[in-house]
T-cell receptor, first 112, second 114 residues
Framework: AQSVAQPEDQVNVAEGNPLTVKCTYS??????LFWYVQYPNRGLQFLLKYITGDNLVKGSYGFEAEFNKSQTSFHLKKPSALVSDSALYFC??????????FGQGTTLQVKP | EAQVTQNPRYLITVTGKKLTVTCSQN?????MSWYRQDPGLGLRQIYYSMNVEVTDKGDVPEGYKVSRKEKRNFPLILESPSPNQTSLYFC?????????????FGQGTRLTVV
């Protein structure tokens, strides 16, 4: 069965430090992978995606993600965290029906 | 502005009273879907539609209905809501086809069934 796991419920980081939000996936075939962010009382906003090509994908707000096929991972990263990055982050994979399968979400807390 | 619009944003209702949550998109997207978000479970797909008059069940369809009579609209219908349908609901739309187009999400509808 296809699935996505985000092993950390919460990630805490100091402003200015690098951040990583982890995601691993299990899917048959080549994966379409996505990261979304949810701010309080808002919908999900698209950050970035991996479809094919370069394993390092750059997205919105300075975020990037690294696709690692051998480790079946797609970790979200940012070199220097901002307090305004504090939000709930979701990793997702698209299955062959077009459905997005989401991880359980990781709350990122960036402290000043 | 390209967007997915859901209404209402907040709804409190009683068990058994039929309700409809509307969803409309202005991007001419073929694919539309409904998800529910519950703590610790992420988002789970309820129903999806590949195009007008084409709908299919997602992972958690029990207790829900949908229709797709027009391309832009995809309402979610709860014929007889129950407390276990208390959740945060999101409508999403995207293009179909190659390239893995990303989905656009509405602002969400927080439903409480008492």
């Amino acid at each position: 069965a296809q699935s996505v796991a985000q092993p950390e419920d919460q990630v805490n980081v100091a402003e200015g430090n690098p951040l990583t939000v982890k995601c691993t996936y299990s899917v048959s075939g080549n994966p379409y992978l996505f990261w979304y962010v949810q701010y309080p009382n808002r919908g999900l906003q698209f950050l970035l995606k991996y479809i094919t090509g370069d394993n390092l994908v750059k997205g919105s707000y300075g975020f990037e993600a690294e696709f690692n096929k051998s480790q079946t991972s797609f970790h979200l990263k940012k070199p220097s965290a901002l307090v305004s990055d504090s939000a709930l982050y979701f990793c997702a994979v698209r299955d062959n029906t077009g459905k997005l399968i989401f991880g359980q979400g990781t709350t990122l807390q960036v402290k000043p | 502005e390209a967007q997915v619009t859901q209404n209402p944003r907040y709804l409190i209702t009683v068990t058994g009273k039929k309700l409809t949550v509307t969803c409309s998109q202005n991007m001419n997207h073929e694919y539309m879907s409904w998800y529910r978000q519950d703590p610790g479970l992420g988002l789970r797909q309820i129903y999806y539609s590949m195009n007008v008059e084409v709908t299919d069940k997602g992972d958690v369809p029990e207790g829900y209905k949908v229709s797709r009579k027009e391309k832009r609209n995809f309402p979610l219908i709860l014929e007889s809501p129950s407390p276990n349908q208390t959740s945060l609901y999101f409508c999403a739309s995207r293009l179909t086809g190659a390239g893995g187009p990303e989905a656009f999400f509405g602002q969400g509808t927080r439903l409480t069934v008492v």
